[in-house]
């Protein structure tokens, strides 16, 4: 019996340390964390989709303007590869491969008010979320820059007051058709700048743990109220 109690005793400890604080509305501001998942390109050697998947991996940055806007920095490395065939030659595909180190910045919107269960009940622990932004691609063994559009949609789920769980689907939109790093299909047919069709895309799914930090000053609800009155009748 004693066992069965302290074994209780356990769980419900554990239980709380998890539970959300309800009386605390202040917002945490700053989240960082780690992401991985997998991902595929198309281009001039791959014009299908889930063609080559291959693994991703990377670190996330994330600050809430409030519970509806955030802006997020992320540093993400993900290898392509496919097949081709050399132009001009009866040689057997080849199998090429080229490392991608990609950094954004994006602006990110909850459809809900996310945040921690409190008194206002327009917040809520899981929210889905758009994410647009600018970045720049480190390719072909960091010799080559290309600029993109990185953007998508994802899922995001506080189950502990200080750790969030998201889950992203990124697309990669380069102003470049230069990914694959081999000179039969960097732009082979001349089009970079003049076809923005013919530019190469990569997109990734990928799923993160963050942990929040920097939480805002308590308010103090009678200086609030002081303040509000005239200088001569203040304390």
Sequence with gaps: MWKCAKIGLLLALFAFSFAPARADERILRCELGIEGGCGYYMGDAAEVPFKNVREMYGATFRYHFDQRWSLTAQGVAHRITGKYKPIGTDIAEKKWTNQLINLD????????????????????????????????????DVQKIAMYIPFGIGFKWKFAPHFNLHVLLQNNFYFADNLENIKDLDNPRGLNGTNTF????????????????????KICRTCERDNAKPAKYRR
């Design 198 to 217: 013919n530019n190469d895309l990569t997109t990734t799914i990928s799923v993160g743990l963050t942990v929040e930090f920097a939480k805002d000053k």
């Design 105 to 140: 910045v994006s602006a990110e919107f909850n459809f809900f008010r996310f945040g921690a269960p409190c008194y206002d009940i327009r917040v809520k622990p899981i929210t889905p979320y758009l994410m647009v932004g600018l970045g720049v691609c480190l390719h072909g």
